[in-house]
């Protein structure tokens, strides 16, 4: 289906008030398949519910996984003028052209696992504005960045990670999460690329400052989006919505891309449902935004660097998921015996 | 290195006290390669510590993962007659032919993954002694069939899942892991195939009962495989050791592989420093079982299938390890900026 068109945040709440939902004649062809496959009943755990879920949420039966794609967004924050980053802004840049190089990290995942990779920079030369003094973006530079996000989705895609690079956004990841939750900063706060000590003091000092300056302005998910988050965050909310009108299932990747889905949510319960994360951060506020979401990151490595790199790991486990549910022998094909026979 | 030749448990205990190390001058090349990969430093988190695990167990730099391989092995447990499981012992060799004919999960997973596949069956037509009543195996057979996954294990593999399909040998695997780490049979004891309420209870007393007997003649960790092990755990003890001389990294399944290869670890500590631990079985004993080993799984996906389905899944985390070692740029060859520059 293709998704509405979007202006303003009045559309967008429109548009998450009528997401489409799950294919149930799918998932009742995956549940009545599952018990006939040659293993004990639950053995392949979470697999056999992955399976199921992609059969849902891309309407079709068996699932397919045959085109997988990862797609990361780039984007500047005014923030990172406060020294929230180990690194300067410039690396946001030098960053775009290693992904367009080949170098980066998701470059060598996606060429090991046959994954298409596509890589957009959002206006780098034009940070956001720092958010300690202004919102980050006004609502027309905002929807700009979700209706660009939700333009790469196409049909077709059997299972889409998104993923981010952009230097300061694990401070706008906090600052978003916190204005969409609450709680502490310093429950919010991590070290990043590699922010310790009296610079994490000062990152959590931003990220409280921050959230004090427009909480009481923010009387919507996608206000908090626009005012707390980046142009790169607000992409990927933009692609996660979009994902969901063309029945493309979405592999989070970590702390930055699940906070911007996070205010989908926020704004309409369920809204994330077509999505699954791809694994727990290191980042330690990633831990508490999944409880808020209830969801189960499918992997834990210890990995905080984003590009989508943990949730293309993870596309693999959805791949063996889906191979599984298809190709395996049921107990009457294969002549193997059932349970207590 | 060609491993040595076993005829007895007295030329295990030598192999074992005679085990390869790791080679650090690979692994030096590794430590010294990776702080200047265009990443934070420690943001690919677990990746990073594979790739150079991978490099010190392959003895070179950059480790390689062109060449996977999954072997698993079956055999028929005599304890099968005791009722503990939720299938017919006929259901190992009916499984073997589905393997045979790639109708099994473990095929599915291969050809999706592109891991080279075999399967061995360990005379299905001869199960082990019923371990309630006289040693699994005698001393010879015990040996035969570790010499035989010894024989399996080929130089040039990159890295090797192992794993196992044997109607009765989480049983087994309980009762090897009460015999070589003590504790209660219900610590140990798990569903299986599915074995719940009074069945359950009936299989933990069986567990229980196979340790008293035994308990007072286990003069050696061999010498508990031999009395409460079975064929298919013996020879994964094989290939896990052979695998040490060949250089050839491993990957276990799940919990009667680790209990299989737990064996080694308690006759030498140390001897298991070659394989990861594929992912945390479903099954609950194999998390105490982790413990004692110092292990920490890769996956964590409620599986508990065997057939080398979690450490096939597994594989992939390190492919994607050496990839992102072997292929990413440097901070200087792709012109990022460096930490605090």
Known sequence: MTPPTITSFADLGRAVAALPGP???????????????????GALGRLEEL????????????????????????????????????????????????????????????????????????????PTQDFTKAPAMSEVE?????????????????????GEMGIGNTTAAAALAM????????????AGTGV??????????????????????????????RRLGGRELAAIAGAVLAARFRRVPVVLDGYAATAAAAVLEAAQPGALDHCQVGHLSAEPGHRRLLEHLGKTPLLDLGMRLGEAT?????????????????GMATFQSAGVSGKDS
Request: aromatic share 6%; hydrophobic share 50%; proline share 3%.
């Open 196 to 225: 310790v000590g009296e610079r994490l003091k000062q990152k959590t000092a931003v990220v409280a400052e921050a959230v004090a300056l427009h909480r009481t302005e923010i009387a919507s998910p996608f206000e908090a989006l």
């Open 23 to 41: 294919d149930e004649v799918a998932g009742e062809a995956a549940a009545k398949r599952e018990p006939q496959l040659t293993k004990p009943a």
């Open 142 to 162: 905002c929807v700009d960045a979700i209706v660009f996000g939700m333009g790469v989705v196409t049909d077709g895609t059997d299972a889409l990670a998104l």
């Open 310 to 326: 943990g949730a293309v790991l993870a596309l693999q486990v959805l791949k063996g998921a889906a191979a599984c549910h298809a």
């Open 51 to 126: 399976a199921a879920w992609l059969a849902r949420w891309q309407g079709r039966h068996p699932p397919a996984v045959g085109v997988l794609k990862a797609h990361v967004f780039a984007a500047n924050h005014g923030v990172a003028a406060r020294g929230v980053s180990a690194y300067p802004a410039s690396v946001t840049a030098e960053m775009v052209r290693n992904f367009e190089a080949g170098g980066a990290a998701i470059n060598q995942l996606c060429r090991a696992f046959g994954v298409a990779f596509a890589a957009d920079a959002l206006k780098l030369d034009r």
């Open 179 to 190: 204005g969409l939750y609450g709680g502490a900063a310093a429950d919010w706060t991590g």
